[in-house]
Structures are given as C-alpha cells and as structure tokens.
C-alpha cells in the first residue's frame, strides 16, 4: 500500500471517529444538499460553528463536496469517497 492510499485511509479515519461527523455523514445521506443551518438543526446539541469544523474535516477528508449558493453553502456526500476504506478492509486479513 503506497504512501498516498495511507494518506487517505488517515484522513477518512480519522474524519469517521467521531459520531457527529458520522451523523452529519448520514444525514446527508437523507438530506443531500443540506445548508450547514440545516445540519445544525438536525444534529442536537451541536452550534452551527461546530457543525462547520466538522465540515471541514469532512470535506479534507474528500467525504463530502460544498458547494456555495449566494450566501449559503450546500454540502453532498461524495460518491464513492469510502471505496479505499473498503478495499483496505476487504485486503485486510483479520486473525
């Protein structure tokens, strides 16, 4: 495995330890193109500024892609973005 594909399962690690993250991850699964208010109103307990770093981990980790509208931002998950995590773990032998 090549430095870059360690350099991505990294980041997409890291980027689904945290269960906002994953839930945010999720409901834009239900709610593609979601506002980053939007978000914030659907994942309790979390400020709108918290939801935005989460973002940013999201988005670096090539999971989701922002896209501005006026003065709103709508963010989609990226197709495809957990392919390498899944063929680490299909070429992992675990035991």
Do not use: C, N, Y
């Not at 006026?70 to 032998?93: C, I, M, Q, Y």
């Amino acid at each position: 495995m090549g430095a870059s594909t360690e350099g991505t399962l990294g980041h997409l690690l890291r980027a689904l330890a945290d269960p906002t993250r994953r839930r945010i991850l999720r409901q834009l699964a239900i709610e593609p193109g979601a506002t980053t208010s939007d978000l914030a109103h659907t994942t309790p307990g979390v400020t709108r500024w918290a939801v935005m770093k989460h973002l940013a981990v999201l988005r670096k980790a090539g999971l989701i892609q922002t896209l501005p509208e006026g003065r709103r931002r709508r963010h989609f998950r990226v197709k495809d973005a957990l392919a390498p995590l899944a063929d680490w773990v299909r070429s992992t032998e675990f035991g």
